[in-house]
């Protein structure tokens, strides 16, 4: 579970790590006439998405009217798709250097890895790539309840290094990298992270506090939730992508399995996937990676989850058919239609009415190949093999194979050994 960063700030004060001072969290701007405010001030767009800053979410103003026009322009703001709810107030902080301090789990050993880097305020993803020497990354494998001192010392003389020997920084900054430490542990934590913590002429104060609960632990942080106001389970707000926000208003699931900065590699064949449910959409995620690697040298990338869910309209359908063609990564369509709840007609309707709107106005093609079985089948049999003799050159790259003639593992085969060819590698 998120916490809002006034939220998380509040646990950080509870911890002793300093923090700026807080003016207020205001829902409209008639509530800014309650607070005492000294400018300059911070306005800080209050989602559960990160790149807040970057979305132009967090302002500086020096009177009231600039805080009331930035304010109702915040409001109005959507980060991610998430709109602002609220805004919280606080003291600008002057500084003279940042740095980031991250506290999480590493996914494959599940030890503590607590990161610092002397670059602070930009995304530690960013800096991993382009200033990897920037980061130290420590993962902790015994006593692991508390941070050593010798470690915390380590991690501070790194960044005392990297930020040009402020050296009479290095106590202060092992001294919060302990603490944010023994935040994450406290409250089960998944993240912890600071970015930035801005150094000041008199020491140090986190401006931003990112803190990501494990929603398995949250029956042991009763007060925590207590203390925060929080009384039901908030659910977890992922960050979409432009393809999961465009599923998402077209009404089905869909997942991005390749981040959106990935480049493609020319040798490998990528994958978009149609299936049926979700059970078949992991299951198909699956069965393209391994065919990929017995067969066609490991360089087979399936791009998606999706689940068209049980009787799309055939408006979705066809929408899911774009999405994969608009999607400039995807080689080849791999679709499957084990027609239970779902009509095997419909679903050759949507996927025949994006094909012929596509050609017909010129809009990047794919391949397309699948398999379909189940309700309504001899009528979508009928009506495919209508549609390939009044449309041949539009449906010239789709292969549907009706009933069960082939297993679906064969289908993704031949489908991946098509396209190679079609993309002449
Ligand atoms: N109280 C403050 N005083 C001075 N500068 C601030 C303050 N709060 C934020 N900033 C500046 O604004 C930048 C962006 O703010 P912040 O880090 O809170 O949001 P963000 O990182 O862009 O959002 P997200 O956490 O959603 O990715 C900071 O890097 C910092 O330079
Ligand atoms: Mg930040």
Known sequence: MKLYEYEAKKVFNKMGIPIPKKYGIIHSLKELDELKLEYPIMLKSMVLVG????????????????????????????????????????????????????????????????????????????????????????????????????????????????????KNLKNILSDIISKVYATYQRFDARLCEINPLIITNDGVVAVDAKLVLDDNALFRQ??????????????????????ELRAQNAGFPYIDLLSETYVKDPKKLYVGLIPGGAGYGIFSIDEV???????????????????????????????????????????????????????????IRGMLQAVKERYETGKRMIPIYGRMVGTDLPSAHTFLEKAKIENPDALKNVTIYVGNQKIMADVIREGIKKAYELKGV
Request: proline share 3%; hydrophobic share 40%; net charge negative.
């Open 51 to 166: 790149g807040r800053g970057k979305a132009g979410g967090i302002k500086k103003v020096k009177n009231m009217d600039e805080t009331k026009k930035i304010a109702n322009d915040l409001f109005k703001l959507k980060i991610k798709g998430m709109p602002v709810e609220c805004i919280l107030l606080e003291e600008v902080i002057d500084e003279i250097g940042a740095c980031y301090i991250g506290i999480t789990m590493d996914p494959i050993t599940f030890n503590n890895v607590v990161i610092v880097s002397s670059s602070g305020g930009v995304d530690i993803e960013q800096v991993a790539k382009e200033k990897p020497h920037a980061i130290l990354k420590r993962e902790i494998t015994d006593n692991i309840d508390k941070l050593s001192k010798s470690t915390a010392d380590d991690l501070a003389s790194f960044l005392v290094t990297n930020l040009n020997n402020k």
């Open 222 to 243: 009763v007060d925590l939730l207590e203390m925060l106001g929080i009384t039901e389970k908030r659910h977890d707000v992922a960050e979409r992508t432009k393809n």
């Open 289 to 347: 990676a391994t065919i990929g690697k017995r067969y066609f040298n490991d360089q087979v990338v399936p791009v998606n989850f999706m689940d068209s869910g049980g009787g799309p309209t055939q408006n979705r359908v066809a929408e899911m058919f774009h999405l994969l063609m608009d999607y400039h990564i995807v080689d080849l369509i791999i679709t499957s239609r084990f027609g239970g709840i779902s009509s095997c007609d419909i679903f």
